[in-house]
């Protein structure tokens, strides 16, 4: 009976996968907004009332590619932290990694980018569990600066005595233990960093900037200054 159960666990994993493959080719295609369940059901060959008992609705394939897409550019970002810190690279030049690992994996996966920092889906509210995922690329660049605060200390950003107690609230809501200096600079640079990216992946620096990929590091320094990173 276990072999039997294993054997269709292993099937139900394939058929997943294809499903998401396929879903992910009609996004490169067509964008998000026409997904389609029956088109990705005829495409595989399968009648629809099976790719059902996978993904009961449009929203729930489109909540496992989000996941997806979240948990990869997190990975990619985490990864490329370990390696920085394995290094022994200073926490500066681990912001600079990170960001880079970012858009690289924007520049790999950009159907897939879209998908999650373009422009929302018409008619799809993200569910809760897509929060965790979204969160990771975020967690690794307050972990480098809470890291930095922790050991040779930050150079607290200017914060105006209007927008301290909003930036107390985030501190307190998703950089705890930080200044609420450094959580108002965080939550700038975070927004400045996708900015750059989409910028640059929906043809915004077209005949502005030629050498993206040294503008770009540069940029992620001023960000890393920015939430008051020494320079060395």
């Known amino acids: 009976m276990s072999t039997v159960r294993g054997a269709r666990e292993r099937a139900r994993i ?7 493959d396929e879903a992910r080719r009609a996004l490169a295609a067509e964008g998000a907004a026409k997904l389609s369940l029956r088109a990705v059901a005829r495409e595989l060959g399968m009648v629809s009332s099976a790719l059902y008992r996978y993904f009961p609705s449009r929203d729930e394939l489109l909540t496992a590619l989000i ?8 990975a990619a970002a985490e990864e490329a932290d370990a390696r920085s810190l394995t290094a022994g690279a200073a926490p500066r030049a681990r912001w600079i990694a990170v960001c880079e690992a970012v858009r ?10 879209a998908l999650i920092y373009g422009s929302p889906v018409p008619g799809y509210t993200a569910p809760l569990d897509t929060i965790g995922p979204a969160s ?5 660049c307050i972990a480098i ?6 050991g040779r200390g ?12 909003e930036a107390v609230r985030m501190a307190g809501q998703f950089a705890e233990g930080l200044p609420p200096e450094v959580a108002a600079a965080l939550v700038a640079a975070w927004a400045q960093l ?7 992946l929906f043809g915004r620096f077209t005949r502005v900037v030629e050498d993206r990929a040294t503008f770009f590091t540069h940029a992620a320094g001023q960000l890393a200054h920015g939430v008051g990173l020494p320079a060395v």
Do not use: C, M, Q
Request: aromatic residues 10%.
């Open 194 to 200: 996708f900015g750059l990216i989409s910028f640059e």
């Open 67 to 74: 996941v997806d897409a979240y948990d990869s550019v997190g």
């Open 145 to 150: 600066v809470r890291a930095a605060y922790e």
């Open 104 to 113: 690289t994996w924007a520049l790999d996966h950009p159907h897939e980018y």
């Open 14 to 20: 394939e058929v997943t996968a294809a499903i998401k």
């Open 154 to 165: 930050l150079a607290l950003p200017p914060l105006p005595a209007e927008l301290r107690p």
């Open 136 to 140: 990771r690329v975020g967690n690794a």
